[in-house]
């Protein structure tokens, strides 16, 4: 029942992340899961010790340093209670992580997951620019919802089975619609994750042969892609065009631009640090020194004056918890990356287990510190839960999948 439970979770996980509230059906199935799990482990026989492994212990401590240094600049600089919101939803991983891992989790629930993530986003992607849209964000931040479709693409490329034509067919056919989501986006930054992925998913293909299939598929696809968008008219302005002259304005002292807005919060981000280099300015407090800004004092006031976060992760944690904040981000990203690498080396001298999980979480690590590059991934509740829940599920994956053959490869019908 618990692993039923979860593999219902992180099916409707991906499937209908892109979605407002899309995570509730998760929260429903992740609850019942540990119910049932908790009353299993609860009458097992006295004298088995429940074992946790250490990387799950390690990231709940985690969680609860964060969780603790961002009640104590709430608690400092005044802010709300809701104000931890974000980072409490970091709870989710050692959660996920310890649940994935007792109830031996099957790696394609996850995968299946994506993969209908992925086809969802660009259905949804593209009724919206249909429907005369500019952008396409399914119903919320454009870029929020490029960043999602980006790391149900780090999954669907690496964590699925990798026998015969599953390994590529399902896996391209992935990485292709969502490219054709995050242009519909209009979002530059994930258009660069995009390609790096598929740059990271050719270099795992193993042998010479499967790199130049993969190419030699890939990118036709591509070309494809793009050229019916512009042959359809069904395209979103990614605004290529748009970087030199905003780079111009900024260098001539007008940073209200998206690329000038960009730039200017990573001055103020670092003047901000300056000024506070230990306590920082207050958790979520950052929209504070933009409100200070000579151009948003003027009337009119600036159109960048209406933006609250440093758009980069690493500006918005140092300058809003000081340096405390910096080692937090740090080890946000840090400790799952080290943790599925550690499983990576050591399920190599195993035989019959699996690495797939792990190259899967860092893939999706890395696609958050890309994103995070111009973006503030942790500001948003959306793209905060997507990170703690599938870091979560692929690491208990992954620290079941390295010691034993999954059934998959016992059956000939998934991989290693």
């Given at each position: 029942m618990a692993r039923l439970g979860l593999v219902f979770a992180s099916v409707a996980a991906g499937g209908l992340l892109v979605f407002d509230g899309g995570l509730y059906?998760?929260?429903?199935?992740?609850?019942?899961?540990?119910l049932a799990q908790g009353a299993a482990e609860a009458s097992a026989p006295r004298g088995q010790p429940l074992v946790v492994p250490s990387c799950v212990t390690g990231m709940l401590l985690l969680a609860l340093a964060i969780i603790a240094?961002?009640?104590?600049?709430?608690a400092l600089h005044g802010r709300a209670a809701d104000s931890l919101d974000h980072v409490a939803r970091l709870l989710l991983i050692p959660w996920c992580a310890w649940l994935a891992h007792a109830v031996r989790l099957p790696r394609v629930a996850v995968w299946r997951g994506a993969m209908l993530g992925v086809?969802?986003?660009?259905?949804?992607?593209?009724?919206?620019?249909?429907?005369?849209?500019?952008?396409?964000?399914?119903?919320?931040?454009?870029?929020?919802f490029a960043n999602l479709v980006s790391g149900l693409l780090a999954i669907a490329l690496f964590a699925g089975p990798?026998?015969?034509?599953?390994?590529?067919?399902?896996?391209?056919?992935?990485?292709?619609?969502?490219?054709?989501?995050?242009?519909?986006?209009?979002?530059?930054?994930?258009?660069?994750?995009?390609?790096?992925?598929?740059?990271?998913a050719w270099m795992r293909r193993g042998d010479s042969r499967r790199r130049i299939r993969w190419l030699a598929l890939a990118l036709p696809g591509a070309a494809l892609m793009l050229t019916l968008v512009g042959w359809l008219g069904l395209h979103a302005p990614l605004r290529l065009e748009q970087i030199e002259p905003n780079l111009v304005r900024f260098a001539h002292g007008d940073p209200d631009s998206p690329i000038g807005a960009r730039l200017e919060l990573l001055a103020l981000a670092w003047q901000g640090f300056l000024g506070h280099p230990w306590?920082?300015?207050?958790?979520?407090?950052?929209?504070?020194?933009?409100?200070?800004?000579?151009?948003?004092?003027?009337?009119?006031?600036?159109?960048?004056?209406?933006?609250t976060h440093a758009h980069n992760d690493m500006a918005e944690w140092t300058v809003t918890m000081g340096l405390p904040g910096l080692v937090g981000i740090v080890a946000?990203?840090?400790?799952?990356?080290?943790?599925?690498?550690?499983?990576?080396?050591?399920?190599?001298?195993?035989?019959?287990?699996?690495?797939?999980?792990?190259?899967?979480?860092?893939?999706?690590?890395?696609?958050?510190?890309?994103?995070?590059?111009?973006?503030?991934?942790?500001?948003?509740a959306a793209t905060a839960s997507a990170?703690?829940?599938?870091?979560?599920?692929?690491?208990?994956?992954?620290?079941?999948?390295?010691?034993v053959p999954t059934p998959y490869a016992k059956q000939g019908a998934g991989g290693r």
């Open positions: 059906p998760f929260a429903v199935g992740l609850s019942l899961a540990t240094l961002a009640s104590i600049s709430a086809l969802v986003a660009v259905g949804v992607a593209g009724w919206q620019i249909q429907a005369g849209e500019l952008r396409a964000g399914g119903g919320g931040n454009p870029i929020v990798q026998t015969g034509r599953l390994r590529t067919w399902p896996p391209l056919i992935a990485w292709l619609v969502g490219g054709l989501a995050i242009v519909w986006s209009g979002s530059r930054g994930a258009l660069l994750v995009w390609a790096a992925l598929g740059v990271l306590s920082g300015v207050g958790i979520e407090n950052f929209g504070s020194l933009v409100r200070d800004l000579p151009g948003c004092r003027s009337a009119p006031p600036m159109g960048m004056c209406v933006l946000l990203y840090g400790l799952p990356l080290a943790c599925f690498i550690r499983i990576i080396r050591r399920a190599a001298g195993v035989p019959g287990a699996s690495a797939q999980a792990a190259w899967a979480g860092v893939a999706l690590v890395g696609v958050y510190i890309g994103s995070g590059l111009s973006q503030s991934i942790f500001a948003h990170y703690a829940v599938f870091v979560g599920l692929l690491l208990g994956i992954a620290l079941h999948e390295e010691r």
